[in-house]
């Protein structure tokens, strides 16, 4: 089954479906995902403290996580169309740290901590595409591409507070605050769905999407943090046809 | 398309647009002169509409009469942000200036759930003391850098066992220190400076009046350095060490060495006391350190008598209730009657423990400073001033390396005085060829060649050119036995009129305290001793 359904769409694909029974113009996605796949991204920034710099190096890991798929989908032509979309996606962000403190008293003899950081990474976009669509029965067949703009915040280090005591040959991290870094990349997503008619007007479709995007977090003075937003999303959700 | 369908589009589009989230932003207020003002008379009754500003004082002007100062603090949900702050000036005719901070996009919700007394706890948490007025917990919003914001406690607090004086801030939900704001109002401030012989190292000082100062803010006790300037006659008259004579620097870069090495130093060797023997400075109790540079300049040296160049020139000496003088040294190109350049004397971390540590034999065993006892005495500041060379320099040969040599670094060649080879340096290493004359009130520096060698043995081993007696030493990496044994036996078993046979005895049985009858500590002590003639 599975396979005549695959057979079926990429026949779609390369030859455009005539015009079915119920043509619609207008398609309204409204639905869910799941991101899978966790994104890794490390960042490092120093300051100056005692003569010397202060040094952190953080790697943080985004987990998987469910989010908000929506969109509208305008049949523009025969079997091209246009589409609007966005996802959100909140994710759980974990990371360690360690940071090299220097001595107040001597050069080169850094006191040396590690410790945990939590937070969040949240990725909301926008994808303008272009859809390539066909029908076999009650069966909508989609395929698309385009631009992709996301909005990503991470909840990423803005320093390492730490209490030390003398001789200060060790320091204890007393707090490492997080601060929204973020920024506004352009990318791009591709994908494909196939939706299900119950009716003229309803379906139930199901969709998988690779959307890709490098964002540059920026917080404060520190170096900006290179992060690969959004990954392969899977989901599906409720069809609106007009 | 339907009403219905048009209000799906909306939610959409709204859906999928890209979310302005409110970010931290602070709005930095200069407004004096112009139609801005007339705006802010209207913005300053909305924000106090709104609960954002209250009025927290309110004054006449003392010097321009009809004029009024506000100040405004600002709050969020009711709570204060810190550094948000409206300063209005106002006339008859309104406004006339504001100035001030303002934070926007503060998203977070005001209320705590931990109380002011969790605060509490968690000030004593961290060995600190809650001072003075600002000592109660205040519930504040905190900006923090990048932006955000933080819900928190703010408490002024002391350091256990410090002058430092911060603010604290807690997060209100986890209690976790969110920042430690250093509130003294005279600034710790580590600088670098070059010493006497071009090494580079840190320099803690205080910033004082868009200068800095050598004042150590961060040890414990205070430790401060003097500089004179040469002039000798200043020194002479001022009844005590006052602040307008502490070395200073302009941008804290220092480049007097005197003054870079005699203030690190005595920093240094408070650090080996403490971190060796847990001993707070000289007295035990965090006395202040104070040095003194400069009391001479070197160009004066010809306008002199003796006995001035002897004192302030070729020496340095423990003045007493941890004072310390630092000599000047030789003008370049001149030597003293044994042949040998002069450097600033402070420029030597050996001498400047040696001397800080006849500060702790004031303070404990008073050795009297004559004969054997003052030989001890001697002899057991130049043992913690080799000591302290090994803790702090890798072990070697020539200027900032640990050795035997005492003085080596600025007295050149050689120094004054060495522990492996006192003979060398005509000082005695055997009981049996002491000096028992009358100089050198009884020989208190020529004697103390004698458990110096005993101490070097100890730890190094070797035979005594003597007695030929060989001692097995417990070896360099086990020095700190050593240092332990001796540093007990002089601080807490001599008596202040203690002589060699004493001194064996003593550190015997500290070498038995410490680490047990028998054992390769005591040994070697003993047979050090015997080595060179103290049975």
């Known amino acids: 089954m599975r396979t005549t359904t695959l057979a079926l769409f990429l026949t779609t694909l390369a030859v455009p479906a005539l015009a079915a029974d119920d043509p619609y113009k207008v398609k309204l996605l409204l639905g869910g995902g799941y991101q899978l796949g966790g994104s890794d991204f490390d960042q490092t920034f120093s300051f100056p403290q005692y003569q010397e710099n202060a040094t952190v190096n953080a790697a943080y890991d985004a987990d998987k996580a469910p989010g908000l798929d929506v969109g509208i989908q305008w049949n523009a032509f025969r079997s091209i169309g246009f589409s609007l979309g966005g996802t959100l996606y909140d994710r759980d962000l974990t990371g360690t740290f360690d940071a090299s403190f220097p001595h107040p008293f001597f050069f080169n003899q850094p006191r040396t901590a590690t410790g945990d950081v939590t937070g969040k990474m949240k990725e909301t976009a926008g994808h303008l595409n272009l859809v390539f669509f066909g029908k076999s029965g009650n069966l909508d067949l989609s395929a698309w591409g385009g631009v992709s703009i996301f909005k990503v915040q991470a909840d990423i280090l803005s320093t390492v507070a730490y209490s030390q005591t003398y001789p200060y040959d060790t320091v204890t991290v007393t707090s490492a605050p997080t601060g929204k870094g973020e920024d506004t990349p352009l990318g791009f997503n591709v994908g494909a769905s196939v939706d299900y008619r119950f009716s003229k007007s309803i379906g139930f479709g199901i969709q998988g999407r690779f959307a890709r995007a490098k964002a540059k977090l920026a917080l404060g003075e520190n170096p900006e943090v290179e992060v690969d937003a959004g990954g392969l999303q899977v989901g599906g959700g409720l069809r609106i046809y007009f | ?535």
Request: negative net charge; hydrophobic residues 40%; charged residues 20%.
């Open chain 2, 1 to 535: 398309m339907s009403a219905r369908s048009s209000r799906l589009m909306a939610f959409l589009v709204l859906a999928a647009a890209l979310p302005a989230l409110a970010q931290g932003r602070e709005e930095r207020i200069a407004t004096a002169g112009g139609q801005d003002l007339v705006n802010w008379t209207a913005r300053l009754q909305q924000l106090s509409d709104a609960g954002q500003i209250r009025l927290t004082r309110s004054q006449d002007d003392a010097l321009v009469s009809g004029r009024r100062h506000q100040r405004f603090a600002q709050l969020h949900q009711g709570v204060p942000v810190f550094g948000g702050e409206l300063v209005v000036q106002n006339s008859a005719a309104g406004v006339v200036s504001v100035f001030g901070t303002l934070y926007e996009g503060i998203d977070i919700d005001a209320r705590a759930t931990l109380t002011a007394d969790d605060a509490l706890a968690a000030v004593a948490k961290l060995g600190s003391k809650p001072f003075g007025r600002g000592g109660r917990p205040e519930l504040v919003v905190l900006p923090l850098d990048g932006g955000a914001y933080a819900l928190t406690y703010k408490v002024r607090a002391r350091k256990a066992n410090s002058l430092a004086i911060s603010l604290l801030f807690f997060d209100a939900r986890t209690g976790a220190l969110v920042k430690d704001l250093n509130d003294l109002k005279s600034q710790s401030a580590v600088g670098s400076g070059t010493g006497v012989l071009g090494d580079r190292k840190k320099v803690s000082a205080r910033s004082s009046s868009s200068q800095f100062v050598a004042d150590d803010e961060l040890r414990p006790p205070r430790i401060a350095t003097f500089d004179f300037h040469g002039d000798l006659n200043r020194f002479f008259t001022v009844a005590d060490l006052f602040d307008q004579d502490l070395a200073r620097d302009a941008d804290n870069a220092w480049t007097d060495g005197a003054n870079v090495d005699a203030h690190t130093y005595a920093g240094f060797t408070y650090d080996y006391y403490f971190k060796r023997f847990g001993r707070r400075g000289l007295n035990n109790n965090d006395i202040p350190i104070r040095s003194v540079t400069h009391p001479v300049n070197r160009d004066d040296i010809f306008n002199y008598s003796n006995d001035i160049v002897a004192q302030f020139y070729l020496n340095a000496f423990y003045l007493g209730d941890g004072i310390m003088i630092y000599g000047e040294g030789l003008p370049e190109g001149y030597v003293d009657l044994a042949d040998r350049s002069w450097n600033y004397v402070a420029g030597a971390l050996d001498v400047v423990t040696h001397e800080l540590t006849h500060g702790v034999t004031d303070f404990t065993s008073q050795l009297i400073y004559q004969g054997e006892s003052g030989a001890l005495n001697e002899s057991f500041s130049d043992m913690m001033a080799t000591s302290s060379e090994f803790y702090f320099q890798p072990a070697g040969n020539g200027s900032l390396r640990a050795d035997y040599l005492i003085g080596e670094d600025v007295i050149t060649p050689g120094g004054l005085r060495s522990m492996a080879r006192p003979h060398d340096y005509g000082d005695p290493d055997h009981y049996s060829v002491r000096f028992t004359g009358s100089g050198d009130n009884g020989g208190v520096h020529i004697n103390s060649g004698i458990p110096n060698q005993a101490f070097f043995l100890a730890i190094e081993g070797g035979t005594n050119r003597v007695s030929g007696i060989h001692v097995t030493g417990v070896g360099a990496a086990n020095r700190e036995q050593i240092e332990k044994v001796f540093y007990r036996a002089f601080t807490d078993l001599l008596p202040a009129s203690a002589n060699f046979k004493t001194a064996r005895a003593a550190t015997v049985q500290a070498a038995r305290d410490l680490y047990g009858a028998g054992g390769a500590a005591e040994s070697a002590v003993a047979q050090a001793w015997t080595a060179v003639g103290v049975n």
